[in-house]
C-alpha cells in the first residue's frame, strides 16, 4: 500500500493573500490561516480556553489567480491540498516547517452586502420593466 498525504482544514486568514509570479510565468498565492480549537476546562469552575494553529498555505497557477483578489483578512476558508515539509540550515541548526500545497481552496462564510461572498452579480434579465416594477413579457 503507498503513502497518503492529505489534509482539510477550516481557518480564517491571518492577512490578504500575495499573489507572485515565477520566472516561467506561473502564479503563486501565498496566504496564512489561523485555526481555532476550544479546550474544554479540566475542573469544575475553570473557563474555557481557545487554542489557535496557524498554517501557511501555497496556490499555484490559475487557481491562484482566479482566487487571489477574494483571499483577504479575516475571510474563512476551507483549504485542502496536501502536507509539504521545508528544511533548510540556520546558523548551524537544522530548521523546518510544514506548509499546506492547496489542491483547492474554497471560500466560506456568510453574506456581505446581501450577498454570497466572492459571488457573482445576480444575472439582469434583458427585458424592460413596466411602471408597477414587473416585467413586461409575462406568459400568463
Same mark, same amino acid.
Given at each position: 500500500?503507498?503513502?497518503? %498525504?492529505?489534509?482539510?482544514?477550516? =481557518?480564517?486568514?491571518?492577512?490578504?493573500?500575495?499573489?507572485?509570479?515565477?520566472?516561467?510565468?506561473?502564479?503563486?498565492?501565498?496566504? !496564512?490561516?489561523?485555526?481555532?480549537?476550544?479546550? +474544554? +476546562?479540566? %475542573?469544575?469552575?475553570?473557563?474555557? @480556553? @481557545?487554542?489557535? !494553529?496557524?498554517?501557511?498555505?501555497? &496556490? /499555484?497557477? *490559475?487557481?491562484?489567480?482566479? #482566487?487571489? *483578489?477574494? &483571499?483577504?483578512?479575516?475571510?474563512?476558508?476551507?483549504?485542502? =491540498?496536501?502536507?509539504?515539509?521545508?528544511? /533548510?540550515?540556520?546558523?548551524?541548526?537544522?530548521? !523546518?516547517?510544514? #506548509?499546506?500545497?492547496?489542491?483547492?481552496?474554497?471560500?466560506?462564510?456568510? *453574506?456581505? %452586502? =446581501?450577498?454570497?461572498?466572492?459571488?457573482?452579480?445576480? *444575472?439582469? !434579465?434583458? &427585458?424592460?420593466?413596466?411602471?408597477? =416594477?414587473?416585467?413586461?413579457?409575462?406568459?400568463?
Amino acid at each position: 500500500m503507498s503513502d497518503y %498525504n492529505h489534509v482539510g482544514i477550516i =481557518g480564517r486568514l491571518t492577512r490578504d493573500a500575495e499573489i507572485k509570479y515565477t520566472n516561467a510565468g506561473t502564479a503563486v498565492c501565498n496566504f !496564512s490561516i489561523a485555526c481555532n480549537k476550544s479546550i +474544554p +476546562p479540566k %475542573n469544575d469552575g475553570d473557563e474555557w @480556553t @481557545t487554542e489557535v !494553529s496557524y498554517f501557511d498555505v501555497t &496556490l /499555484w497557477g *490559475k487557481k491562484a489567480e482566479g #482566487k487571489a *483578489k477574494f &483571499l483577504t483578512k479575516g475571510k474563512q476558508v476551507l483549504v485542502e =491540498g496536501e502536507l509539504k515539509q521545508d528544511r /533548510w540550515e540556520q546558523e548551524g541548526q537544522a530548521r !523546518s516547517k510544514v #506548509k499546506i500545497t492547496a489542491e483547492n481552496v474554497q471560500l466560506l462564510g456568510g *453574506k456581505e %452586502n =446581501g450577498k454570497e461572498e466572492g459571488a457573482p452579480p445576480p *444575472k439582469q !434579465s434583458g &427585458l424592460p420593466k413596466a411602471a408597477d =416594477g414587473f416585467e413586461d413579457d409575462i406568459p400568463f
